[in-house]
């Protein structure tokens, strides 16, 4: 459907950011100021105001242009985030967008909005598919991204105006699926193109495991990608696995499916740049997976960072960190649990080079030998002194220090003139 479409036409494309969101559930300063803190340690790009920020969704009385929410100092958020590279995305009602966008979108420029997201728009007529197609061109003129939800899904506009960043169009985590409905929607709605799926982690009325919900961050393809769903920062108590979250890009240069059948498991791998992360998911038949690493480039070594579930896991999310070495020879065993997933995370192996390495340990000897001297500005006589601990020419005299290992005798006298000659140079 991209290629239905035209060609890009905006001009200027490096303010559009994908990334990772997080939602104010409560709608207060303090806690989007506590997203926003978060951010670093799940690698967050965006905070979301969702719905009732600006009050009543009427037509008629509804104004976008106000915050009415208690608490909510919208202006301070902005300043905040941009501190930290966290910009802000508010969420505003179709009916809001038919009557103010002319309004909204230069207002949210202003204010240094980054996105919006637009809720129950109208699908079907072509009229609402114009209205929307002009609408996302309006938001680019003002720098704004796009998240459209609810029925909309993907036309293949974004290849036009790629600030629409992601769309809805499917039943998400918002409504806690079952796991076959999970895997499913990897073969048959995301054939489509991106939908915000909106990936939940510690709320308790998941209907999957853990290990299930970090899978789906690489499952759901969604430049702009909503996780933590329903949770609060104050829900994070130092569960090691959120790293996952944080290492995850939103954006591709390549994908494979594994494999996978229908509605019972799937296997989705994705690699940004020479990372690969992999998420296998199951539905509610415990099953076992090979998983072979085919596709990681023949000769190297990679270090592999598996996220599994493990109930003898002493946390409340019971998910296991295990890292191994890995090459494409290798092939890894999945055990899922029921509902089950596992989340991986592969990068090639650091390479120590032997030649780099060895330059680099004689200058640490030559930086400790320049660090033991110490340099007198008196005159002396050129030569060594007869303890073969001091060497002297021109006005400054080198003394050796302690290191007798290193420092003691002719030939390190010999080695302080060779690393203080030009210093001989200019002061002769």
Known sequence: MLNLNPPLALKDVSW????????????????????????????????LLDDRW????????????????????IPEIIRYGSEKNVGVILYVDRRQIKTQRDI??????KWGVKGVKIGFVDVGPQTETAWITETIKKAAEHHLS????????????????????????????????????????????????????????????????????LAMAVVSYSPLQTIFWYDRPSMYHGEPEVEFFRQV????DETKVINGEIGKFATVARRSGDAWFIGPINNSEPRQLKLPLNFLKAGKNYTARIYSDNNSVPTRTHVAVE??????????????????????????????????????????????????????????????????????????????????????????????????????????
């Open 104 to 109: 909204l979108f230069p207002l949210y420029e």
């Open 249 to 252: 890009p939103t954006v591709w």
């Open 16 to 47: 559009i950011k994908p990334g990772k969101a997080m939602r104010d559930t409560t709608l207060t300063t303090v806690n989007s100021e506590a997203i926003i803190d978060f951010a670093a340690t799940a690698g967050l790009q965006y905070v």
């Open 323 to 428: 890292t191994r070495t890995v090459n494409s020879l290798a092939t890894l065993d999945v055990p899922l649990h029921a509902a089950g997933g596992q989340a991986v995370w592969i990068t090639p192996e650091k390479q120590f080079m032997i030649g780099k390495s060895f330059k680099f340990l004689i200058g640490l000897i030559f930086f400790g030998v320049f660090v033991t001297c110490t340099i007198s500005a008196e005159w002396q006589p050129a030569g060594i002194s007869s303890a073969g601990r001091s060497l002297s020419f021109g006005r400054s005299a080198i003394k050796c220090g302690a290191s007798p290992c290193l420092h003691s005798g002719p030939a390190a006298a010999a080695l302080c003139a060779r690393l203080f000659s030009k210093n001989r140079k200019r002061t002769e």
């Open 54 to 73: 600006y009050g009543s969704e009427d037509p008629e009385s509804g104004d976008a242009t106000t915050v009415r929410a208690r608490n909510l100092d």
């Open 146 to 213: 796009l998240n459209i939800h609810d029925g909309y899904r993907p036309t293949g506009v974004a290849r036009t105006y790629p600030n629409l960043l992601t769309v809805e169009g499917i039943r998400g985590n918002e409504h806690f699926p079952k796991p076959e409905h999970n895997c499913t929607i990897p073969f048959t709605r995301y054939v489509a193109g991106s939908a915000d799926y909106t990936v939940c982690y510690f709320d308790d009325w998941c209907q999957t495991t853990y290990a299930h919900q």
